[in-house]
């Protein structure tokens, strides 16, 4: 009976080689992973969805918090503001908002406490029947500067974060609208137009009222100083 000769250190030179693919797998994989997550990474461009404050406390969360847009350019010292928010709650227990506190000034609910419903959301406005107020603004607030709203829940304890003015969908005040961009020309094809001699293709002439000329200064004396 003949036996085949096995070659000395076949196995070793076997065993070698699925480790060294192993390891080169496992660096091709480390680096991939790497590209993703740089400073150019597209997550590193993400931004919130929302204006406004978020937090969470417990089993609560606290969404959106914004304060309502004045009717003027800013909030004058003794104002009335309305609170914006979303109260969520994740647990299987009710909770309820007894208290929102700010060292801008003083806050009100519309009844004693606020319930949040397990499994649920509320939303504060100023005209829903459940709503928060601030009250007796102790300085002017204008766009871009923020106070710390405080909020107390029953069960999940208190969370503060900054507030500031929600964003106005048109422009409040005299202050002058400028137009950053010119407006883009109509299409020859719509208009059945051809471009005079001498013109370049894609010229057109800049809209009436762009300039170097800023924003007017009448913005709020007191938001100004």
């Known amino acids: 009976m003949c036996r085949s000769a096995r070659q000395p250190g076949l196995g070793a030179r076997h065993r070698r080689s699925a480790a060294t693919v192993s390891a080169a797998g496992l660096a091709a994989a480390l680096l991939l992973s790497g590209c993703a997550a740089g400073q150019i990474s597209q997550t590193a461009q993400q931004v919130a969805a929302i204006d406004g404050g978020n937090a969470t406390v417990g089993t609560v969360g606290v969404r959106n ?25 994740d647990g299987i227990n009710p909770d309820a908002l007894t208290g929102v506190s700010t060292p801008a000034g ?18 504060l406005t100023g005209e829903s029947a459940q709503s ?67 013109s370049a293709a894609g010229e057109h002439s800049e809209p009436a009222g762009s300039g170097s000329a800023g924003p007017s200064a009448a913005n709020g004396a007191a938001c100004n100083a």
């Open 65 to 89: 918090v914004l304060l309502a847009t004045p009717p003027a350019a800013n909030y004058p010292p003794g104002a009335e503001i309305p609170v914006l928010a979303v109260l969520s709650n």
């Open 106 to 123: 003083a806050a009100r609910l519309s009844s004693g406490k606020i319930v949040v419903p397990p499994r649920s959301l509320i939303q």
């Open 132 to 198: 928060v107020r601030l009250t007796g603004l102790k300085r002017a607030l204008c766009y871009g500067q923020s106070i710390p709203l405080t909020f107390s829940f029953e069960r999940a304890g208190q969370v503060t974060l900054n507030v500031t003015i929600q964003t106005p969908v048109t422009r409040t005040g005299t202050r002058t609208t400028i137009e950053i961009q010119p407006a883009e020309p109509t299409p020859l094809w719509e208009t059945g137009a051809h471009p005079a001699e001498g």
